[in-house]
């Protein structure tokens, strides 16, 4: 019996949810196993609900769960709060809560969907990248932080800050993915300016002495922006800050078709939490089109690591691709001649498609 911690947070989150839960029964079904799937309250609902964007019972229920399946969390309707009193301070405090120091989300292309990249084919064709994003330090946790008054007038204040450890872990693991993969690491800072990825460059320097069989490459955050839409393919596995990672992931999601495709898994030493890169999206909530996949592929990435099992998640992967190369398209990643379909129908296809690849 595997223990699954499933927050749906808010906008797109529940639907996209539904889907991934559908997938992983139809899986229950395939291989005869069962998940024992717990709901928690995270992000705005939990604040309309609890008045905590993370109350104690959630955090419990992840602690005694053997994986956690987030949605998305954030909306409209709570950005007049302060910043720690919003959906994301949630999201935010779960990562922190539970050590989820590493942000791995793949973005890799689909032959079916080289249409839908806004890049011209021959140079997205085979872009196969992973960005480990470190996610528990930097700005985003940084002290100070604030808006102050000073000299009668506001101040904002945010600390970017990392420890030698806290780089030190992250980058091991990215050296340690690399090999697993084709061995080229490129580390991503702003050491031409800030002192803090100074100090990042050194640890990634003296951790590389560890792996000499991975070939490094350094970048400042600028230049690699530009480099990923110019030669995405020559990426394998990019390991950055938590800010940095932030944004060239939505990057990374851009360049292989669309954010609605990428997923992501979020792990430290002892938990693992699943998580699409994208948001909750609520200019598309609640009308039924939000794209699935990401979701999907998110439990899929649990199959596979939490829970070791491999056939089920590359079926998943499969189905997924089966479906898209029959055709279907959620609006997000329609291209002309395809079939266009809403967030059920292209759920239904998918598991339809696991029971057909089973045989
Ligand atoms: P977003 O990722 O929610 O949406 C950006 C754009 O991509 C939108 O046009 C949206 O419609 C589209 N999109 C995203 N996911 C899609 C999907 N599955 N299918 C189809 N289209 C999809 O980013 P945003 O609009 O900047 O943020 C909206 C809210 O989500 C904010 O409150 C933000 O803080 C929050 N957010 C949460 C997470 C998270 O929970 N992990 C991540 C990012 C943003
Ligand atoms: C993400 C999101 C979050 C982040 C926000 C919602 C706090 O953008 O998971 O990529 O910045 O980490
Ligand atoms: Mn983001």
């Given amino acids: ?19 991934a839960l559908a997938v992983l029964r139809q899986v229950e079904d395939l291989f005869g196993i069962a998940f024992e799937f717990r709901k ?7 604040i309309d609900e ?10 419990a229920l992840c602690r ?3 994986a956690i399946l987030l949605g998305a969390v954030g909306g409209p309707r709570w950005d007049d709060l302060p910043t ?34 806004p ?17 528990t330090g930097d700005v985003y946790y940084g002290e100070p932080r604030g808006v102050f008054r000073e000299g009668g007038r506001r101040v904002g204040i ?22 697993l993969r084709r061995r080229k690491l490129t580390s991503v800072d702003k050491s031409n300016v800030l002192e803090v990825s100074g100090l990042w460059r050194e640890v990634v320097e003296e951790e590389s002495k560890n792996y000499p069989d991975v070939e490094l490459e ?15 393919t020559t990426f394998d596995v990019i390991v950055t800050g938590n800010i940095f990672g932030d944004i060239l992931s939505d990057e990374a999601g851009v360049v292989v078709g669309s954010l609605g495709m990428l997923p992501s898994a979020s792990v430290g030493e002892r938990y693992a939490l699943y998580e699409p890169v994208h948001g909750s999206a609520p200019d598309i909530a609640g009308r039924g089109v939000a794209n699935p996949i990401a979701m999907i592929l998110s439990a899929a990435m649990m199959l596979r690591f939490s829970f070791g099992m491999e056939e089920a998640a590359d079926l998943v992967e499969r189905a997924v691709e089966k479906t898209l190369s029959e055709g279907y398209r959620t609006p997000d990643i329609y291209s002309e001649g395809c079939k266009k379909v809403g967030t059920a129908e292209m759920t239904e296809r998918i598991v339809e498609n696991l029971k057909r690849l089973k045989g």
């Avoid at 609890?50 to 955090?59: H, I």
């Avoid at 989300?105 to 249409?115: D, H, N, S, T």
């Avoid at 350094?218 to 995405?232: E, G, I, K």
């Fill in 218 to 232: 350094h970048l400042y955050v600028d230049n690699c922006a530009m480099q990923m839409v110019r030669r995405p």
């Fill in 40 to 46: 928690g309250l995270i992000g705005g609902r939990a």
């Fill in 50 to 59: 609890r008045g905590d964007p993370l109350p104690e019972e959630t955090l």
């Fill in 158 to 179: 945010n600390t970017m800050r990392y420890t030698e450890d806290e780089i030190r872990r992250v980058v091991r693991r990215a050296f340690e993915i690399a090999r």
């Fill in 84 to 117: 720690d009193k919003r959906p994301e301070k949630g999201l935010l405090r779960i990562r922190k809560e539970l050590d989820l120091f590493a942000n791995l989300r793949p973005a890799k292309v689909w032959e079916a969907l080289i249409e839908a990249s």
């Fill in 1 to 19: 019996m595997f223990r699954v911690a499933v927050l749906e947070g808010d906008g797109i989150g529940p639907e996209i949810m539904e889907s």
């Fill in 64 to 66: 005694e769960s053997s």
């Fill in 119 to 135: 890049l011209k084919p021959e140079i997205v064709r085979g872009t196969d990248m992973l960005v480990v994003r470190e996610l």
